[in-house]
């Protein structure tokens, strides 16, 4: 069996560098640590400063290497020097996790335009502004890339009393940018995928289970909620050298939880 082989499904991200948005909680949290553990050196971003620095030590007991910033994703300058730092102190950024996300949690006729620009912003404005960002750097370097965006099963699927138009729009809107820059940037050997996880424990959705977790667990098909863990695999397969053929998609990972 060949070294590639054994590597497949469990690869080695020694000297990879990661950019992980959202970082400090959730599903960010599980993906800086996953790709961490597997040997990137990750760069920490998101809105607080406690979580992040919590999990950077963390890490780096664990003989990790993490850094962190506290950045609103919203301000575009910020970001990029953002970026920027991460590339002085670990190099060019060859894996992009757009992970961080808020919803809009009402119908769309009681959405103040305050809250339509800070969905629209964090959700599909800051992540195209991210991949642009990395992707320039990437073909400025010559080097090839994997971008992960975090969409929703939301793009997909939809009922009236969802409650949540402008947020699932958004995710729609990411699978479509996946896609269109999976072809852009395709002869530079950057690769652009997206994952739509389902329901899963995080803190996005920790009031909503609070309020009606047991009916919302009972009406899925196998009686759970995702856990965080549960997409080590999926993002490991999409940032592996080896998946080198795979990009443009979007992954749905919800558990049959919904019909579609």
Not at 146 to 173: D, M
Not at 187 to 205: L, R
Not at 241 to 260: E, L, M
Request: with cysteine.
């Amino acid at each position: 069996m060949s070294v590639d082989e054994q590597s497949r499904g469990n690869p080695d991200l020694t000297g990879r560098v990661a950019f992980v948005t959202g970082a400090g909680s959730g599903l960010g949290r599980r993906f800086a640590t996953i790709l961490a553990l597997r040997g990137a050196k990750v760069h920490l971003v998101g809105r607080r400063s406690e979580p992040l620095e919590n999990l950077r030590a963390s890490l780096s007991d664990q003989g990790c290497i993490a850094t962190c910033d506290t950045v609103d994703i919203c301000d575009a300058a910020a970001v990029h020097h953002a970026v920027t730092q991460t590339e002085k102190l670990h190099g060019t950024v060859d894996i992009l996790v757009n992970n961080a996300g808020v919803a809009d949690g009402d119908f769309a006729t009681r959405l103040d335009l305050e809250t339509i620009d800070k969905v629209i912003d964090t959700n599909f404005r800051a992540p195209f502004l991210l991949c642009r960002d990395v992707a320039g750097r990437l073909i400025e370097a010559g080097k090839p890339g994997r971008i992960v965006n975090i969409s929703s099963v939301g793009a997909f699927h939809y009922t009236p009393g969802s409650a949540s138009a402008l947020y699932c729009a958004t995710k729609a809107g990411i699978v479509r940018m996946t896609e269109t820059l999976a072809l852009e940037w395709a002869k530079f050997n950057i690769n652009v995928n997206a994952i739509a996880p389902g329901m899963f424990y995080s803190e996005m959705t920790e009031a909503f289970m609070e309020r009606v977790g047991d009916k919302a667990i009972a009406r899925t098909s196998r009686k759970r909620i995702g856990d965080p863990s549960y997409l080590d695999s999926t993002l490991l397969y999409l940032v592996d050298p080896n998946s080198h053929f795979v990009t443009g998609t979007c992954v749905i990972a919800d558990d049959a939880q919904v019909a579609r």
